[in-house]
């Protein structure tokens, strides 16, 4: 890769220029002027994102909730991966939700939400708060940080959008992150008509580390108050992500249909890779492919588990052999572009055909995945669904020997001896995150009814790992998890995932097609 930044030429002892002693820079003033000119203008793409048409109902309802308040909800900044080199940025959750930038938008940004004032023309329009994106100027050809910076420079990082190229992009009103400070501070005070300011905490240390700085200064002293509004601020995000607007419902079809090519590749490399040392990483980087082609990325870290591994809940290593015989447990999900991410299991038979012991427990994973879509409906729980995926696998457990004690013994909340093959969940949200709205409370979570416009999942699995003395040797070391992305509309729930095929023979025909076309 690229060097990571200039060094100052010749020998210090500075440790700024120990750090990044790879390299050396001319520090003339002849180089300083000769890099600022002759310089063709490379201006970014302005161009309103199809998200800015949703994005002010979002904040109008955050408004809502927080009036007379100061809401700070930063993008994150870059993390290190080890020594100079950073991961890929990826945009805060929260701030993604409410800006409605994705891919690497914008590091160090951060939105506020500024309360108007009673007497104010915002406030005879019915609004509680502006909204302000906070943002770093271009480091264009006509500035010193264009070849200086790293991170924002244009030399190093190509175009990028300023603060009129993101007002373009989001239709929220744009300032140089320089003025932060203030802005965050002014008027704050446990006073009549003072403000008081909450912030996302765990999205950008350095910014939480500014507000606790100005709470503190200002008389909101209490650590445990201000961690506790600040958690309220999380939570209500997180609660208004459940029920998706029809931009955010296209964009999940978008990431299914994305996922779907995914593991159409995996197939088409299957037969090729079979028995190879680390062909798990080798179908990994198949799924992995698409996800860059056709996304911004996978949408969390792919799951390739075969034989033995496929047991292990979030096996992520991927150094296995994939092994004629075994049965495949592959759970992936492409992001795309804006952030929202599928979240699909599929379980394979590695030669293509399962066998009668891997077809029983397949389909009993199947049964008890279509038992749980059977019973949503709007006004359900993921209760109810967990529970009606619990009894199908206990009957299941019992009525081969496995379970030692009854289904209903099993069940009970003093039993629960079959969660000793199934210990996980079986339904979540999914969105922005896989495991979207985690932040929520537990009672409108999973307690509350599931409602017309949420996306969950439903992923029942039986796993029965290679040293467990419970179950007969045959079963030993088999992982089945079938997971599908659900939408619940009025009529009921819809499989937005109905395109990828699941059932036995469906799996198996999938299999022999996908194969085929690899050999071509």
């Not at 999914?430 to 439903?458: K, N």
Request: glycine share 8%; hydrophobic share 35%.
């Amino acid at each position: 890769m690229g060097e990571q930044s200039l060094a100052v030429e010749g020998d210090s002892t500075d440790m700024e220029d120990r750090v990044n002693n790879r390299t050396l820079r001319p520090v003339s003033s002849t180089f300083r002027e000769f890099m600022t000119e002759g310089w063709e203008s490379q201006e970014p793409q302005q161009k309103a994102l199809e998200s800015s048409a949703f994005t002010p109902a979002r904040l109008q309802s955050l408004s809502e909730r927080f009036p007379g308040e100061r809401l700070v909800i930063p993008a994150g900044n870059l993390k290190t991966r080890n020594n100079d080199c950073d991961y890929a940025f990826r945009p805060d959750t929260t701030f993604a939700y409410y800006t409605g930038l994705g891919e690497d938008f914008e590091a160090g940004a951060v939105l506020v939400l500024n309360p108007v004032a009673e007497d104010s023309p915002e406030a005879a329009e019915g609004r509680k708060h502006t909204a302000t994106l906070f943002v770093h100027p271009r480091a264009d050809q006509s500035t010193e940080d264009y070849y200086r910076s790293s991170q924002y420079g244009e030399y190093w990082v190509g175009p990028r959008p300023g603060l009129e190229e993101l007002a373009a992009m989001t239709g929220i009103e744009t300032e140089d992150i320089a003025q932060l400070p203030d802005a965050l501070s002014k008027d704050v005070g446990t006073e009549q008509g003072a403000i008081r300011v909450r912030v996302v905490r765990d999205a950008d240390p350095q910014i939480t580390q500014m507000v606790e700085d100005i709470r503190w200064a200002n008389g909101f002293d209490s650590p445990d108050d201000n961690t506790d509004a600040d958690g309220k601020l999380h939570e209500f995000a997180a609660e208004a992500r459940m029920v998706k607007d029809s931009y955010e419902v296209s964009q999940m079809r978008q990431a299914v249909d994305a996922t779907k090519l995914g593991f159409d590749r995996i197939l088409e490399r299957l037969p090729e890779v079979a028995d190879k040392p680390r062909s798990e990483r080798m179908l990994e980087g198949a799924f992995n492919s698409i996800a860059r082609e056709r996304g911004n990325d996978v949408g969390y870290g792919t799951i390739v588990a075969s034989g033995s591994h496929a047991p292990v809940l979030h096996w992520m290593r991927n150094n296995g052999t994939v092994s004629n015989g075994d049965l495949l447990l592959i759970d992936a999900g492409v992001e795309v572009n804006s952030l929202y991410t599928a979240d699909i299991t599929r379980t394979f038979p590695v030669g293509g055909t399962f066998s009668p012991l891997q077809r029983r427990i397949y389909e009993t994973v199947l049964s008890a995945q279509q038992a749980a879509f059977d019973v949503a409906k709007p006004g359900v729980t993921y209760s109810d669904m967990h529970h009606t995926v619990m009894r199908v696998l206990a009957q299941a457990l019992h009525d081969w020997g496995i379970l030692p004690v009854s289904v209903e013994e099993s069940l009970s909340p003093s039993g629960q001896q079959h969660r000793r093959w199934h210990a996980c969940g079986c339904a979540h949200h999914l969105g922005l995150d896989v495991h979207d709205c985690a932040q929520a409370r537990y009672e409108s979570y999973q307690d509350a009814p599931i409602e017309a416009g949420m996306i969950f999942t439903i992923e029942p699995g039986l796993y029965f790992k290679d040293n467990d003395l419970l179950v007969p040797p045959e079963y030993r070391g088999i992982g089945v998890r079938i997971e599908d992305d659900v939408l619940m509309t009025e009529h009921g729930p819809e499989w937005i995932s109905a395109g990828i095929p699941k059932t036995v023979d469906d799996v198996e025909q999938w299999m022999a097609q996908r194969a085929a076309a690899g050999q071509r």
